[in-house]
């Protein structure tokens, strides 16, 4: 078998003592960054908050009539929202959407608890940092996320210790950083969700500046570990493979169900070894590791 082919192949449940220990100690020595997207809420049951991009634009576009055609594609709407009502009727939807803290998965705590140097998270709901404030001390944490040019322009990141407050970085007391790219709810209704939002970003990320210079330092040498994220679309895609850029060699994705094309191209080209177990077996796993 090629080398790419013996790299590429699937992780499933057989194999786990081959594989597990190794992953679960690479968390725990932080030297594998978990990188959480909106499936990790399907590990809540009733979750109050969508955990798909297509779930969000439906709640938008509830209230708001936006053309036919658009209706399902949540970018789109956001901008035609955006263009045809104001930004902060966008934001106030989304701050409507995303008011419920949703209670945390097992695995929401175990990271916690866990505190890794570095976790991406790609999604709008407050669960991994209310998971934070109630498992660590609030002189070891903060996050830091990304920001609208629109309503931020020239600034691409704002830090916020654990109290919400805008810190000027990391300061050195701080154990974890959690970097949520896209924005979040809390504490400041960050979002980006509209066209002109992600055109801004993917303009200036080749050359990396959105991401803030503390974030591309603790990822060095380090591997990542995917959760509750698919790469079926454009944008999820660029923001993995920008974040991931002069990181470590070996990447990993939960991901049960056949990847489609250009997933399984995005995870050969970037050397991500897809496990082939449901999120909730991993979770499993890795509470118990």
């Known amino acids: 078998m090629p080398v790419i082919e013996a790299r590429l192949q699937p992780l499933a449940a057989a194999n786990t003592n081959e594989w597990l220990p190794e992953l679960a100690s690479g968390l725990k020595e932080g030297r594998v960054v978990p990188y959480l997207g909106p499936g990790l809420l399907d590990l809540i049951p009733d979750c109050p ?24 594609r949540l970018t789109q709407a956001a901008q035609y929202i955006e263009n045809f009502k104001h930004r902060k ?30 976790v991406v998270e790609s999604w709008y709901d407050d669960t991994l940092v209310k998971a934070y404030a109630a498992q660590r001390p609030a002189k070891d944490w903060g996050q830091v996320q990304g920001l609208s040019q629109s309503e931020h322009f020239g600034t691409w990141t704002a830090f916020y210790d654990a109290d919400g407050q805008l810190a000027e970085s990391c300061p050195p007391g701080w154990k974890s950083l959690v970097y949520r790219p896209i924005g979040g709810h809390s504490p400041a209704s960050n979002y980006l969700v509209s066209d002109s939002d992600y055109v801004e970003v993917l303009t200036e990320i080749d050359i990396q500046t959105p991401i803030p210079a503390e974030v591309q330092a603790l990822r060095k040498g380090k591997g990542f570990l995917f959760m509750g994220c698919r790469f079926n679309d454009q944008l999820t895609r660029s923001f993995a493979r920008q974040i991931m850029k002069r990181s ?20 050969e080209e970037n050397n991500v070894t897809r496990i082939e177990l449901s999120l909730a077996e991993m979770a499993t796993l890795l509470c118990a590791s």
Do not use: C, Y
């Not at 955990?51 to 709640?59: D, F, G, I, Y």
């Not at 470590?248 to 995870?267: C, D, K, N, Q, Y």
């Open 49 to 72: 908050v969508p955990s798909t991009p297509e779930a969000l634009v439906a709640l938008l576009t509830a209230k708001v009539t936006v053309p036919h055609k658009i209706r399902n």
């Open 89 to 118: 009727s966008v934001v106030n939807q989304m701050d409507e959407v995303f008011a419920k803290v949703p209670s945390a998965s097992p695995l929401h705590d175990w990271i916690a608890r866990l505190a890794p140097p570095l």
């Open 248 to 267: 470590g060699e070996r990447h990993w994705a939960v991901l049960p169900s056949e990847p489609t094309r250009m997933e399984a191209r995005f995870l």
